[in-house]
């Protein structure tokens, strides 16, 4: 089955950090764009980072330059977001997502999402 | 950066047609994506570049887009169509390319 599973959500104090993973099966990531959206609880949709399929390229939302990573093994077909410096408006689920192709496709690929919860 | 407006609610009664704007400065020069959202679910990509379907969306969903607005329309809307609906697009114009607009909540009457 063609699918994105994240992990590592939890609950964190501000000021920590946290590192997210997503794992694709049924299909290889290598050849796509790789995405993490968020969405605070009862909120909209917000993009968060973009990186290209070699994770050469890298992008970032004003909110979270700086302060999180993203990154991606090809080799296990997995997508990481190292979260640091950890603020209350990180909180809500945070979505693995496949670009369709290249940098304007859409987001064709969505997985379950992991929640964090920042809250001291 | 680039901004998506989208109505907070769109209301329409069952085998009537929805339209659900999402505007945006010059957007018709913008490839746009929409999404539909089921409560305590991921979203799911209902239409891509304007107005491509997806393998398995029901045909019932086609989009459109010019000028200052795009438009996604649900026609003959049944109870299993209600969801949160972004509009969606790549902008290169800032350094936060990927921008989502507010979203519309449909609610079948």
């Known amino acids: 089955e063609v699918q994105l599973v994240e992990s590592g959500g939890a609950v964190i104090q501000p000021g920590g950090s946290l590192r997210l993973s997503c794992a694709a099966t049924g299909f290889s990531i290598k050849d796509y764009t790789m995405h993490w959206v968020r969405q605070a609880p009862g909120k909209g949709l917000e993009w968060v980072s973009h990186i290209s399929w070699d994770g050469g390229i890298k992008y970032y939302s004003d909110s979270v330059r700086g302060r999180h990573t993203v990154s991606r093994d090809n080799s296990e077909n997995s997508l990481f977001l190292e979260m640091n410096s950890l603020r209350f408006d990180d909180s809500g689920r945070y979505f693995c997502?496949?670009?369709?192709?290249?940098?304007?496709?859409?987001?064709?690929?969505w997985g379950q999402g992991t929640m964090v919860i920042v809250s001291s | 950066s680039y901004v998506l407006i989208q109505p907070p609610s769109v209301s329409v009664a069952p085998g009537q047609t929805a339209k659900i704007i999402c505007e945006g400065n010059?957007?018709?020069?913008?490839?746009v994506h929409w999404y539909q959202q089921k409560p305590g679910q991921a979203p799911v990509l209902v239409v891509y570049?304007?107005?491509d379907r997806p393998s398995g969306i029901p045909e019932r969903f086609s989009g459109s887009n010019s000028g200052r607005r795009a438009t996604l329309s649900i026609n003959r809307v049944e109870a299993v169509d209600e969801a949160d609906y972004y509009c969606q697009v790549w902008d290169t114009s800032s350094n936060h390319p990927w921008v989502f607009g507010g979203g519309t909540q449909l609610t079948v009457l």
């Open positions: 570049d304007d107005r």
């Open positions: 010059d957007i018709g020069s913008h490839s």
């Open positions: 997502v496949k670009g369709r192709f290249g940098a304007a496709g859409a987001f064709d690929l």
